[in-house]
């Protein structure tokens, strides 16, 4: 695991840029760095050794330096292509990238389609002059691009370009209040306007001064009919299979460890020697007591952290610098906790992020399996009362008529809806704003011909999984020099997903029912059946306390929220759940991390 950072440009390149863009970005690599700059690119790479310690620097060439590398990830069929490889081509070392740059020279760009990992790589053709990058398909590793008349740049966080002398760092305010619906960025742009990022499942060309962009992945459901025992045993040989692969390392692999069935059902399978937890005082948010009785079934170590709310308000803003750009998600801060003790004494963890999508988890997607008196209403008489439902303030009543009454593509944007349209929309003072439909609908249209359930899943995976979840593990882990692999996000185990039947993935008892059937073959408690929890923090009740209320009532009334926000809506929001009148922390929680964010980049 690593950082990777270059550019090209109509000057010729230097290399004390280079350093600084990749020294911005030194804490995802932090055992070796590596340079490569020539008349047309310069190429920069930090290491996180994982996989042959000692020749797997970067950037790597391929045998007559035609051909250079910078890649960020893990390739875990490495040893299987590198022995479909050997009958063309010699290898230097044992390492995962020269497998990228060996299967570049068979497969040309469709190399992507051979590799099963997460990844992110800049390749440098030199008879081409041409710069090929790729992303995985499940958006594991992240890639930004900016691109000027003079200049491309790319690289792992956007930070790296604030040491550019032709970045211009501008605010992009135009999708300011899509972030409020959806607690992190759900577009291609980002709020440095001209910096884009690359999506899951693309590879981008650069050549001659132009960017073509080709998607070579999409999730793609095809559900079969089979009976209930061959879907278990299908899911338990394709998670035995995707753990041993991805503990494939010559570190030390341990694991994050919540209460629930993902992260639970990994751990029974790979045993690792250790896991890490994080909890707090409040039982309703403790997860350690469900850890330590797992791992002591198992023989195998817990550590754990409890975290306080002084720890919590105190690391927030250094978090938040790190995320590049705001994600309200509370968990993405507890996550920081957990990978600050992991990485005291590993270098490699699993975690459980993708078995809610793969295999719907979520207990929104109950709503598929509705059959109340309601739904038997005529929709139109159902549709004109969800109108009316909207033009009041949410209630949980009111939410359910609202729902009910539409299409699902009318108001369903995924698991954690922070704000609605419309109502977002007033609270910011710049109108000239990106508007919700139009950034789903391309996804509604592209699976129109799917059930309501996998839309669900199709928009969950890209606009929470992605750009929230993953985002958060990314950026948690590499903040201290850690890998997190995650072997639900898998091909073996989506080829097994993807073909589910709808009663294996929901009834009406349960989420992710045959996965939970799975697991309880391995688990050797009753984690398979516990709802999870996922590192939950106690935010609700903090925000009403008064240190943290005072902090967010100052950012609530400075020139920055003044400037961006209706000043008295969100001091309203605020006071009422201070007062218990609303229950507001979540809308609260997603403004505030929007002040903390623009303070640490634009103030």
Excluded at 42 to 51: K, N, T, V
Excluded at 508 to 521: G, H
Excluded at 558 to 581: G, Q, T, W
Aim: with cysteine; net charge negative; hydrophobic share 35%.
């Amino acid at each position: 695991m690593c950082g990777i950072a270059g550019y090209i440009s109509t000057h010729t390149p230097d290399q004390t840029i280079l350093k600084a863009m990749t020294d911005r970005i030194a804490h995802r690599g932090p055992d070796a760095e590596g340079f490569y700059v020539d008349e047309h690119v310069a190429l920069g790479h930090r290491r996180l050794s994982i996989i042959d310690l000692n020749n797997g620097k970067q950037p790597m060439f391929n045998n007559d330096h035609q051909i250079v590398i910078v890649y960020n990830g893990e390739i875990y069929n490495y040893k299987e292509l590198k022995a479909e490889l050997l009958n063309d081509y010699s290898f230097a070392n044992d390492s995962d990238t020269e497998v990228i740059i060996h299967g570049y020279e068979k497969w040309g760009h469709d190399v992507v389609d051979h590799l099963r990992g997460m990844f992110a790589f800049a390749l440098w053709d030199k008879n081409k002059n041409e710069l090929f990058m790729a992303r995985d398909g499940w958006g594991i590793k992240p890639f930004y691009y900016y691109h000027t008349d003079e200049t491309f740049m790319f690289a792992s966080e956007i930070k790296a370009f604030l040491d550019h002398p032709e970045f211009k760092k501008e605010f992009n305010e135009s999708i300011l209040s899509a972030y409020l619906c959806f607690n992190s960025v759900p577009t291609t742009e980002t709020f440095f306007k001209g910096v884009n990022r690359l999506e899951p499942g693309h590879y981008m060309i650069y050549k001659d001064g132009e960017i073509t962009i080709h998607r070579y992945f999409k999730l793609e459901f095809d559900a079969q009919d089979q009976d209930i025992d061959s879907i278990i045993n299908d899911i338990q040989e394709a998670m035995q299979d995707s753990v041993d692969h991805h503990q494939i390392a010559d570190v030390e692999v341990g694991s994050f460890l919540s209460s629930g069935i993902d992260s639970s059902y990994l751990v029974s399978v790979a045993k690792p020697d250790k896991t890490y937890t994080v909890g707090y005082d409040d039982p309703r948010y403790d997860e350690i007591v469900y850890a330590k009785d797992l791992t002591e079934k198992l023989g195998i170590h817990n550590r754990s952290k409890m975290i306080t709310k002084e720890e919590y308000i105190e690391a927030f803003p250094n978090i938040i610098y790190h995320m590049d750009e705001p994600l309200a998600d509370p968990a993405a801060i507890a996550l920081y906790f957990v990978a600050q003790i992991a990485s005291e004494d590993v270098k490699v963890v699993m975690s459980g992020e993708g078995a809610d999508e793969m295999f719907c988890g979520y207990n929104t997607y109950h709503e598929e399996l509705d059959g109340s008196l309601y739904m038997k209403i005529p929709y139109p008489i159902r549709h004109a009362a969800a109108k009316i439902a909207g033009l009041f303030p949410e209630a949980r009543g009111l939410n359910f008529i609202y729902r009910r009454g539409q299409k699902l593509e009318d108001y369903n944007i995924g698991l954690g809806r922070i704000f609605r349209d419309e109502e977002a929309y007033k609270l910011v003072n710049n109108k000239q704003q990106v508007r919700i439909k139009d950034i789903i609908r391309p996804f509604y249209e592209e699976y129109s011909d799917q059930p309501n359930l996998i839309k669900r899943q199709v928009i969950d995976f890209y606009f929470w999984l992605v750009r929230d979840f993953l985002h958060a593990v990314d950026r948690n882990t590499m903040m201290f020099g850690l890998e997190a692999r995650t072997p639900f996000l898998d091909k073996k185990v989506y080829e097994v997903a993807r073909h589910l039947p709808q009663s294996a993935k929901i009834n009406a008892a349960t989420t992710k029912p045959a996965l939970r059937m799975a697991a309880q073959k391995s688990i050797p408690n009753e984690a398979y059946k516990k709802k999870k929890l996922g590192f939950p923090v106690p935010l609700r009740e903090w925000i009403r306390e008064d240190d943290l209320y005072e902090d967010i009532k100052k950012a609530f009334n400075s020139p920055v929220a003044s400037r961006y926000f209706d000043v008295k809506r969100i001091n309203k929001m605020l006071e009422d759940h201070r007062h218990h009148k609303k229950d507001t922390y979540k809308k609260v929680w997603t403004i505030y991390t929007f002040l903390v964010w623009y303070d640490q980049y634009f103030a």
